[in-house]
């Protein structure tokens, strides 16, 4: 943190490894915001021409544009060589966009680009705006205004203004008009439902889309106190998405009591991960998650904004920045291209007030008290300094070890350290971050006595002898008899969402798969399973939030005593992402075990 000079670990290499296949990793950066460049080529190159879309297309662009330009830089130079900003990622950049299939012409660095792009952006929203002021999803005969995508394209083209792009006055007002009006016709329905006698009422409440517009139209001059106390009284009704934004304009018009209040409010949802250093929303959404409003993405990045403008040094901003890198698609933008112009306009603001667009340092890394790298990072080299630090093989020595970066000077720094190696151990135990995964292994006893219900030969219910088993634990050491069904559970463990996983559990000896043919089993994360003869394979394209649970069955066959090396979860695509269980020996024995 800004205040702070100095941050570390400690970290323990073990003597029983491959001392040549050992490696020290540590990245730092002075910005995880900054990483938010990567987006641009997603938006840029969108397929299809909505006028959400085509809004997005290039209002993201100029509001990075506008903070490279405004601290100085070359934007030429380091159009062909970049750091990676986001210090949790690991592996060569060029080769992760390769995987990941990202587009790599990024055009926030070509300024003719930026200038070519907000032109031709302009003019297709102007020439879709409908006659009232108001936008449509698309344009043309039949297109009707609507108040949702009318708020989002006034609020683009204001956040445009704001990075110096010239927009048409008549276009722009008219949006802001359409808005005022249609706010306008809001307060007077909830007037006139308060006049009403308390039978008759209906008791409409201020709702999310009262929340945005009115966001907008105060962050652009207009402020109606009538439906700010509204939005106030009716705060509890609404998504935390809307409370954020009720929050930016309680902060726009300086109530600063009624904003203490509903920050309040919107912390009551907040879960910060000290472990992993992030902090996010848990969303009460489960009934209207498909809606705007229930967006988890748009959500946090609504609340990054709110942070920015009151607390934009707490550690809860910070953590909301690395949740929202976490949870990015490939790596890079997010699950919309809405949700990536709004995550990209919160990390701009964010990076602005928390003083990441200015970093002045010297950083050195010093490990068991020496000194083994010097940088310097202004913002002259922000995107090019050298952000890695790496040792490998017999320079690491056995034992425990102090790492700390100490910085002078201002600006926040962010840092992650990965060390690895080719463990000798005889009994490797589980480790893991941002994804664990526990195994764990059951003998299945048959239950003689399990029945079920079926219906008879005239319709009645009869029971009937059912296959079923009763799961008795095996712990490291156990023994059973060959013949044994033994299920294995894998536990997976996940801190955000994540795309492209893989799960292997390396089968002991003396063990066979019940189940030989690979493909989709109907297991919970519906991953693609690979029965090979040394591992079980789980591939899966997506893995939400939480802890999930897969599993399959193995059959004793081989007497002896065998160790299973633990089972690993690891990002296909991002080498930095993974875990392992513990280690398992089980014995097998011929005749049955006492």
């Known amino acids: 943190r800004p205040e702070q000079e100095r941050s570390g ?3 323990i290499v073990p003597e029983q490894r491959r001392a040549q296949q050992s490696r020290l990793q540590i990245n730092y950066s002075p910005s995880l915001a900054g990483a938010m460049t990567a987006a641009l080529p997603y938006l840029a190159g969108y397929p299809y021409g909505c006028t959400e879309q ?19 830089l070359d934007l030429s130079a380091i159009r062909a060589s970049r750091t990676n900003l986001n210090a949790q990622e690991i592996g060569d950049p060029h080769t992760r966009a390769k995987q990941w299939g990202r587009l790599t012409e990024n055009p926030v660095f070509d300024e003719q680009e930026v200038a070519r792009m907000t032109k031709e952006g302009l003019k297709r929203l102007a020439a879709m705006q409908n006659d009232d002021g108001g936008w449509g999803w698309f344009s043309g005969w039949g297109e009707r205004s609507y108040p949702h995508t009318t708020a989002v394209v006034v609020h683009g083209l204001s956040t445009a ?3 110096g792009v010239a927009v048409v006055p008549e276009v722009f007002q008219g949006g802001v008009n359409w808005l005022r009006d249609y706010q306008d016709r809001r307060v007077r329905e909830l007037q006139e439902d308060e006049r009403q006698a308390e039978g008759e009422r209906h008791h409409y409440l201020a709702d999310n889309l009262d929340a945005l517009i009115h966001m907008i139209l105060t962050e652009n001059g207009i402020d109606n106190p009538d439906m700010r106390r509204y939005l106030y009284r009716d705060r509890t009704s609404l998504s935390l998405y809307a409370m954020a934004t009720l929050g930016l304009a309680l902060r726009q018009v300086g109530d600063t009591e009624k904003l203490a209040m509903v920050l309040r409010n919107i912390k009551q949802y907040l879960v910060v991960d000290d472990e992993n250093q992030t902090a996010y929303l848990n969303l009460p959404n489960r009934g209207y998650w498909w809606y705007w409003y229930g967006g988890d993405v748009e959500a946090h990045a609504f609340y990054l904004k ?12 910070a953590g909301l920045v690395k949740y929202l890198l976490n949870n990015r698609k490939h790596g890079s933008y997010w699950g919309s291209t809405r949700d990536t112009a709004y995550a990209i306009e919160a990390l701009a603001e964010y990076m602005r007030a928390a ?13 068991d008290g020496e000194t083994v790298q010097k940088v310097r990072i202004t913002p002259d080299n922000l995107f090019t300094f050298n952000a890695t630090y790496l040792v490998e093989g017999d320079a690491i020595a ?10 002078e000077g201002v600006g926040p720094l962010y840092f992650n350290g990965y060390f690895s190696y080719f463990s000798l151990e005889d009994f490797i135990t589980a480790a893991g971050l941002e994804v664990r995964v526990d195994r764990r292994a059951f003998k299945l006893e048959q239950d003689a006595q399990a029945t079920t219900m079926a219906p008879g030969a005239r319709g009645q219910a009869t029971a009937q002898k059912n296959l079923a088993y ?5 712990a490291h050491g156990d023994t059973i008899s060959s013949g044994d069904l033994v299920e294995v559970e894998l536990l997976v463990h996940s801190k955000n969402d994540y795309e492209y996983i893989v799960i292997e559990d390396m089968k002991a000896a003396g063990f066979e798969p019940v189940e030989v043919q690979s493909g989709y089993t109907g297991n919970e994360l519906g991953a693609y399973v690979e029965f090979r003869d040394e591992k079980v394979a789980f591939f899966t394209r997506m893995l939400a939030r939480g802890t999930h649970s897969v599993s399959y069955r193995l059959r004793a066959e081989t007497p ?3 160790s299973a090396l633990p089972a690993t979860i690891s990002a296909m695509y991002a080498p930095e992402l993974r875990g392992n269980s513990d280690e398992i020996r089980l014995g097998i024995v011929d005749e049955p075990a006492r």
């Open 9 to 11: 670990f400690d970290f």
């Open 54 to 72: 085509t809004l997005n297309r290039f209002v993201p662009t100029v509001i990075t544009h506008k903070i490279l330009r405004d601290m100085g």
């Open 161 to 163: 203004r704001q990075s």
């Open 306 to 317: 709110l942070l920015a403008r009151t607390e934009p040094h707490g550690t809860v901003a």
């Open 355 to 367: 003083g990441e667009d200015t970093p002045d340092m010297n950083l050195r890394i010093v490990i």
């Open 398 to 407: 056995t034992g425990t070890h102090r790492v700390e970066l100490i910085r």
């Open 470 to 474: 009763t799961r008795v634990p095996l």
């Open 560 to 562: 002896g005593v065998f």
